[in-house]
C-alpha cells in the first residue's frame, strides 16, 4: 500500500516491548513490514486501533 498511510495507537503499559520490522510474507518474493507487541506474564491485554487513510 505504498499510497496509503497506516497509523497505529495502541494503550501503554509497562513492560511492554514493540518491535517494528521487514520480514516475507509466505513466500521470499513479497516482503512486508510489521509490528510485533510483547508483554510479559499471564493474560496480557492489548487495546489497539488502526486507521488506513
Known amino acids: 500500500m505504498a ?3 497506516l497509523t497505529l495507537w495502541m494503550e501503554g503499559c509497562a513492560g ?3 518491535y517494528v520490522f ?3 510474507e ?3 518474493a513479497k516482503k ?3 509490528v510485533l507487541v510483547r ?3 499471564c493474560g496480557a491485554a ?3 486501533v488502526y ?3
Do not use: K, Q
Request: glycine letters at 12%; proline letters at 0%.
Open 39 to 41: 508483554r510479559h506474564g
Open 22 to 24: 521487514e520480514g516475507y
Open 16 to 18: 511492554t516491548d514493540i
Open 3 to 5: 499510497d496509503r498511510t
Open 32 to 34: 512486508r513490514s510489521g
Open 26 to 28: 509466505d513466500t521470499t
Open 51 to 53: 486507521t488506513i487513510e
Open 46 to 48: 492489548y487495546r489497539a
